[in-house]
């Protein structure tokens, strides 16, 4: 009885332990109360076993201890790679969503895999790139902050991001339309191939010739 009490004021006073013998069972319960009170019961088993398998995850692989610790590193990193995975989400949602509704106005459209993936990219390119942009973002206000000179990576980065939409919009309609043209992809690749490479070649002199420069003042 006193080894039991022993680890029964462990499970109880300890958030470690807490966290697992208390706050899953809670959650689990809670869970299939709710369930069983909106008639929802039939749902009851996999919702368990869902939850289960996300402490189990979360818990395995210490995703909690590593969000803890991004969340301390770098707050405005870690709240924009969330605003931006969650933005990405819901436009993959969206695209998924919208590629159902044309199957079932058109079934014949399940066996066009170029036709399904081109409705997806069309609707779901832009907010993907505007979730990519919130990520990256969220790094080059870090960088800034910190005064890092790497921050023109992000910058590259970001650029090219912005200026790959005509792109995933001309592969979008070639796959839509089932018309095959070079042209209507070239194009459009050209505008980010050249920019980016260009920043790139800007950013890397700049990088060269400052250091020299102030190598020289401290000369002098």
Known sequence: YILFARYLRKIVEESQYARIFLGIPGLLFLSIAILIATGYSQYAGMGALFIV???FIIRGFSIDTHVIGWLKSSPIIFFSSLMGTITILISMYMGIGKVLSEVAVNPTLMGNIAGMTGIFIDVSSDIILIGFSIIIGGRIIEK??????????????????????????????????????????????????????????????????????RGKKNEN
């Open 53 to 55: 398998g996300i402490a």
């Open 144 to 213: 800034t902050l910190r005064k890092s000179s790497k921050v023109w990576h992000n910058i590259v980065s970001l650029t090219f991001i912005v200026t790959i939409r005509p792109l995933l919009k001309g592969v979008a309609e070639t796959l839509i339309k089932q018309e095959y043209s070079i042209q209507a992809i070239l194009t459009p690749l050209l505008i980010p191939t050249i920019t980016t490479i260009t920043l790139i070649i800007f950013f890397t002199l700049i990088e060269g010739v400052i250091p020299k420069r």
